[in-house]
């Protein structure tokens, strides 16, 4: 049956983050007459992407800004009408601080979280001994690995040693993951890395020919470049995408308790249309829908399946989940002593600090502090320090205050601050987790009408969220024209 000719079909997407918004707006797109649930339990939507403001300050409850260099997040902020609104990051401070030995230096210029720059910034720098220089700048004659598995940790010690990766590779990727290098597949998370050495035998020569192929400048932490946020923070992106869906789509206010499969024989094959979901509320349980896309943290998805799909619900449970606590503190400019000329610093391990990372929000982009203020996010917890989630708002606010003011020079009391908690919050892709996502996408498209869509599988950032809400969205669409 042509999908135009069909009856109206009905879908629930149960979760209401960026992931599930992004999911529903597709099926609009691609739906001629679709009819959508989405249910979320929180009151707002945008899981968490939240935007808040308080005494001139803007507040980002998670992310404060996306990467550009892959198109997802910039193509919906120009669906949405967002695009003009994005603002690039600050040239003049793009650059990243790492803690060494109590003081903060700069990651030597062209570092980029394991690609070694040019020479005279490994040279100058006092992160690393002479001897854990020359071993970094050995890492072109190093030859390649033999291919399986292998954790960041062992990576970045076999190319790179062991004081560059203590010293620079895990804070820097600590702070994007939360997590623990020593566990954290490089295949899942970084493989940009691994196709490097694959196809350069060395990642030096690889930075070398990517640079002289776009001539462009040294950076050193990440390609600060390459990140962008909307004017007025980024829950508007989430807040934008609800407003253009349907009215009546969205259910704030209205978790999901259970899920149920309803078909007239056992459903077990891509081919039965007959395959549908009961979703049950506080309201009771919903009339049966066609097509059911999950955009909810894996935990949560493995318990919504556990009656309807024992063996999924397993699988998927199988990935583990961190936390992590952001501290948001705003001061006058003159309560901080340092230049604040970057745009954060990284805490390694072996500084044994309380704190993971610290963002000097309003020197990456403007609007974030009122005129002689900064603002500075800083981040605790993760999976090496998960019992800092059990800690009270006052326990934080003086670990918080007496970290800040050893290693920026801040006095007084903060004129602002504020908690936000986000226990499993963050997939930890350990090794083997590309081959637990192959488990999971095979006994998933066994069901034939279910979708899985959020942060848990193929990529934490918010554009790779947007991605695979839109591919789900894209995949169940595709099945019905086949039926």
């Not at 919504?304 to 199988?318: E, I, M, N």
Request: aromatic share 6%.
């Amino acid at each position: 049956m042509n999908a135009a000719a069909g009856p109206a079909r009905r879908v629930a997407v149960v979760g209401g983050g960026i992931a599930g918004l992004a999911a529903a707006h597709r099926l609009s797109e691609l739906e001629p007459r679709p009819e959508v649930a989405v249910f979320e339990a929180a009151p707002q939507p945008g899981g968490v992407l939240q935007t808040s403001r308080a005494g001139g300050y803007l507040l980002e409850a998670s992310a404060d800004c996306f990467i550009t260099n892959v198109p997802w997040a910039v193509e919906l902020c120009r669906r949405t009408g967002l695009a003009d609104d994005l603002l690039p990051t600050d040239e003049t401070r793009r650059r990243a601080l790492v803690l060494h030995r109590g003081k903060l230096c700069p990651v030597p210029e062209g570092f980029m979280l394991m690609a070694p720059g040019p020479m005279l910034g490994i040279l100058v720098s006092p992160l690393l001994s002479l001897r854990g220089k020359l071993r970094l700048l050995a890492e072109r004659w190093i030859p390649a690995g033999g291919g399986g598995d292998e954790s960041v940790a062992a990576f970045a010690r076999r190319r790179l040693g062991r004081e560059a990766f203590e010293r620079l590779v895990q804070p820097l990727v600590g702070g994007i993951y939360t997590g623990d290098a020593e566990r954290l597949s490089l295949a899942a998370t970084l493989p940009r890395f691994l196709e490097m050495e694959r196809r350069h035998g060395s990642l030096s020569r690889a930075v070398l020919r990517e640079r002289g192929k776009t001539h462009e400048p040294a950076a050193s932490g990440a390609r600060y470049g390459l990140f962008a946020a909307p004017r007025d923070g980024m829950g508007t992106l989430a807040l934008a995408l609800a407003a253009r869906l349907p009215a009546g789509w969205l259910r704030l206010s209205t978790p999901v308790h259970g899920l149920n499969r309803r078909s007239r024989t056992p459903c077990v094959t891509t081919t039965q249309p007959d395959c549908q979901w009961e979703i049950e509320t506080a309201s009771g349980v919903e009339p049966a829908f066609d097509g059911l896309i999950l955009a909810t943290p894996g935990h949560v998805s493995a318990r919504l399946l556990a009656d309807a799909a024992p063996q999924l619900s397993q699988t998927v449970g199988k990935i583990p989940f961190a936390g992590s606590i952001v501290a948001t503190v705003g001061y006058a400019r003159e309560q901080i002593e340092h230049p604040l000329d970057a745009f954060g610093f990284v805490v390694p391990d072996i500084e044994q600090r309380d704190i993971l990372a610290v963002s000097f929000s309003s020197q990456k982009f403007p609007g974030r502090a009122p005129p002689g203020h900064v603002l500075l996010r800083v981040f605790l917890g993760g999976a090496r320090r998960p019992e800092q989630l059990d800690l009270d708002d006052q326990q934080i606010h003086a670990i918080v205050c007496r970290e800040l003011g050893s290693l920026l020079g801040a006095r007084g009391e903060p004129q602002l601050f504020r908690v936000t908690r986000w226990p499993r919050a963050m997939p930890q892709y350990h090794l083997g987790h590309l081959e637990l996502v192959a488990e999971i996408k095979q006994q998933a498209a066994a069901l034939g009408t279910l979708e899985l869509a959020g942060c848990a599988l193929e990529g934490v950032g918010v554009p790779h969220c947007i991605h695979s809400g839109q591919q789900a969205a894209e995949r169940l669409t595709a099945r019905r024209r086949t039926n």
